[in-house]
């Protein structure tokens, strides 16, 4: 068959076969009495050989090994070939992933475009330096996309740098990337999801609060506690047991302190300001003022001497919150703190006397997060499983809760057995008397 039959029926064209008879990959086995190159069922067969190599990505010279060299062995050129085209595909990728960024940076000029380029490889350089300013420069004029910080910051291992670049992410506003953060939470690695976790926290606004309570009630306990003390330092008290069990496992259990006592210094505060509606001592109560949860009597009850401070007059038709009035000028001498039953003198309301009757009973809305939050803890104390170091680190927790069922608690535990705990109490109640 000649030159120009092969070419017609193999798609080769006459040049390139030509190309392989120079390289010796293929030669043709005969010529006729014209000298013109004949090509015998052999020859097209090998020049087939070749395409199908050309076509797996090898070059003319593997393709000559491939054929001609008798220990040759097909395994390994292919995975070289494998490894080859992986290459190529991530660097593809990253050129796609650098030009889809600049894409949503959204460059009016080609000035512009080479200030997101410079900012997109100083966030890859082995500087940590450098990385950092890249971060801290995104947060100006100069914004890197969204999606460029979060994958940056997701991994990051420079603690320095990390910080820069969640502050960028929060400047970023924050909308844009939680998406992305949520799909990282349940990245196989843990350093990922730690650092996604890490984010959310740092990211105001309710949906990221949504977000950190969806991350509590997951498996990654490290997730868990970056949610729950997030949720505890933004007001959320459902982030309280995970906050305790950080506690007594000893994970990050001073953040978890701090955000427990932030939960309960906030409403303790409210409910000596009045801002939620309660009445402070020597105020008077208007007409048609609300009595909050934190002092609300039993539906159809009356207002008392149990429910306002010492020398606070009620007016007439001042109403609680389950229906309860007050009669006009009505002053009451005492008040009972809900749930711990601690009552203070008119005279000296810090004082801390005998505690009312136990079978006295407080309404469970009546019960302020504070009650609770030493509640929970004094509960993780007495059970017996707690070990002795779980409870020096409970008993240090209750120094940030205030109320009378932490200070009755730390009582009690100055005479703990375990001397670790008693000495702790001990200092604790010191502290709480130099308030005072």
Not at 125 to 134: N, P
Not at 207 to 224: I, N, Y
Not at 352 to 364: F, N
């Amino acid at each position: 068959m000649l030159i120009g039959e092969v070419a017609r029926r193999s798609g080769v064209s006459a040049r390139m076969l030509r190309h392989y008879e120079s390289l010796g990959l293929v030669r043709p086995s005969e010529r006729t009495g014209s000298g013109y190159r004949e090509y015998s069922g052999d020859d097209i067969r090998r020049i087939f050989h070749i395409e199908s190599l050309r076509s797996l990505g090898l070059s003319l010279r593997e393709i000559g090994r491939a054929l001609d060299e008798p220990g040759f062995t097909p395994s390994s050129l292919v995975g070289d070939l494998i490894r080859q085209t992986r290459e190529r595909i991530a660097a593809e990728t990253e050129l796609l992933t650098r030009l889809n960024r600049i894409d949503a940076a959204e460059p009016g000029d080609w000035e512009e475009v080479l200030q997101v380029v410079a900012l997109l490889q100083a966030l890859s350089s082995k500087s940590a330096d450098a990385r950092q300013r890249a971060a801290l420069s995104s947060g100006g004029q100069d914004a890197l996309p969204v999606a460029a910080l979060v994958e940056a910051v997701l991994s990051e291992t420079d603690t320095n740098v990390a910080g820069a670049l969640r502050w960028a992410l929060v400047r970023s506003g924050g909308a844009d990337s939680l998406p992305l953060l949520v799909e990282a939470l349940g990245s196989p690695e843990a350093a990922v999801r730690e650092r996604a976790a890490q984010c959310l926290a740092e990211l105001p606004g309710d949906e990221a609060t949504a977000e950190l309570r969806h991350a509590l009630a997951g498996p990654d306990a490290v997730v868990r506690g970056r949610a729950a003390v997030a949720l505890g330092n933004r007001g959320a008290a459902d982030a309280v047991p995970e906050l305790i069990d950080m506690i007594v496992a000893g994970r990050n259990d001073t953040d978890a302190a701090d955000a427990l006592s932030v939960l309960a210094s906030a409403t303790a505060s409210a409910d000596v300001t009045g801002s939620a509606g309660v009445t402070a001592p020597g105020a008077t109560a208007g007409a048609g003022d609300t009595v909050s949860a934190g002092v609300t009597a039993p539906a159809g009850g009356t207002a008392s001497a149990d429910v306002i401070a010492p020398g606070v007059t009620a007016s007439a038709e001042a109403t609680g919150a389950a229906g309860v009035t007050g009669s006009a000028d009505a002053t009451t001498s005492a008040v009972v703190i809900p749930s711990a039953a601690v009552i203070a003198s008119a005279d000296d309301p810090a004082a801390l006397v005998d505690p009312a009757p136990a079978d006295a009973p407080t309404p469970p809305e009546a019960t302020a997060p504070a009650e609770r939050i030493a509640t929970a803890l004094v509960e993780r104390l007495a059970r017996p499983a707690t070990e002795a170091p779980a409870r020096g680190r409970l008993t240090q927790a209750l120094a940030g809760i205030p109320g009378a069922t932490a200070t009755r608690a730390l009582v009690e535990l100055s005479a703990d057995q375990d001397r670790a705990v008693a000495l702790t109490a001990t200092y604790l109640l010191r502290l709480r008397d130099g308030e005072r």
